[in-house]
């Protein structure tokens, strides 16, 4: 494993290289984000997400959201989005906002169980974005073993998964140290929350309730 800092701009070339190197070679990185850090892999390598479910202990059953470098990528990835959706990532994104939606059906790819649906996030990271420009979407987890608390830093993150992973982003202490908050909105009639993280079930609302729509938390996600 390579351990890249990331807070000097002068220094970023080589990581932001070396990361998106091993990112096309199927192999996991660190990188930090807006909330936590994240364990990433090509969205697109079944292969590799396999190794990020493995590498955290997690199954099919659980499968990781998507980050992506622009908001307008939702549009590749999902279908069905609804408006009261368009102004909560309008409002939020980049954020620590994520939301669930049914995922366009010519993807090739496997996240795992999704059944049918994607999640997906455009974190407030310089860093995290610039490696998405360079990426793509990349499929991405909390950087922590599951069950375990979520790394805020670069050295719970490779205290927990250096084993696993080939580039370490070192951006220094998380900006947050909560999850983002997950939405859904795979079903019409019952928009929800996930779970609630660094956006507050009152945020949401007050983009959501003008539109129509009144958001429910049943809190009952794991860490992301």
Do not use: C
């Given at each position: 494993?390579?351990?890249?800092?990331?807070?000097?701009?002068?220094a970023?070339?080589?990581?932001?290289?070396?990361a998106?190197?091993?990112v096309?070679r199927?192999?996991?990185?660190?990188?930090?984000?807006?909330?936590?850090?994240?364990i990433?892999?090509d969205?697109?390598?079944?292969a590799?997400?396999?190794?990020?479910?493995?590498?955290?202990?997690?199954?099919?059953?659980?499968?990781?959201?998507v980050?992506?470098?622009?908001?307008?990528?939702?549009d590749?990835l999902?279908?069905?989005?609804?408006?009261?959706?368009?102004?909560l990532?309008?409002?939020?994104?980049?954020?620590?906002?994520?939301?669930?939606?049914?995922?366009?059906?010519?993807?090739?790819w496997?996240?795992?169980?999704?059944?049918g649906?994607?999640?997906?996030?455009?974190?407030?990271?310089?860093?995290?974005l610039?490696l998405?420009?360079?990426?793509?979407?990349?499929?991405?987890?909390s950087?922590?073993?599951?069950?375990?608390?979520?790394?805020?830093?670069?050295?719970?993150a490779?205290e927990?998964?250096?084993?696993?992973?080939?580039?370490?982003?070192?951006?220094g202490?998380?900006a947050?140290s909560?999850?983002?908050t997950?939405?859904?909105?795979?079903d019409?009639?019952?928009?929800?929350?996930l779970?609630?993280?660094?956006?507050?079930?009152?945020?949401?609302?007050?983009?959501?309730?003008?539109?129509?729509?009144?958001?429910?938390?049943?809190?009952?996600?794991d860490?992301?």
């Open positions: 494993m390579k351990r890249f800092p990331v807070t000097d701009p002068a970023r070339e080589e990581a932001l290289e070396a998106t190197l091993a096309r199927g192999e996991l990185v660190v990188l930090p984000t807006d909330t936590v850090y994240g990433g892999a969205a697109f390598d079944p590799a997400v396999r190794r990020l479910l493995a590498a955290k202990g997690r199954g099919r059953e659980m499968p990781p959201p980050l992506i470098g622009a908001a307008s990528t939702i590749a999902a279908i069905r989005i609804p408006e009261w959706v368009r102004a990532t309008a409002e939020f994104w980049p954020g620590a906002l994520t939301v669930v939606l049914h995922q366009q059906q010519s993807l090739q496997d996240l795992g169980d999704t059944r649906t994607v999640a997906v996030r455009m974190p407030d990271d310089e860093v995290a610039a998405l420009e360079r990426t793509g979407p990349l499929a991405v987890s950087a922590n073993l599951t069950g375990h608390p979520a790394a805020t830093d670069a050295d719970a490779e927990m998964l250096g084993s696993e992973i080939t580039v370490l982003l070192d951006g202490p998380s947050g909560e999850p983002s997950i939405v859904a909105a795979t019409p009639d019952a928009p929800r929350v779970r609630l993280g660094a956006l507050s079930l009152e945020q949401l609302n007050a983009v959501t309730v003008p539109l129509g729509v009144t958001l429910v938390a049943d809190d009952a996600g860490e992301g």
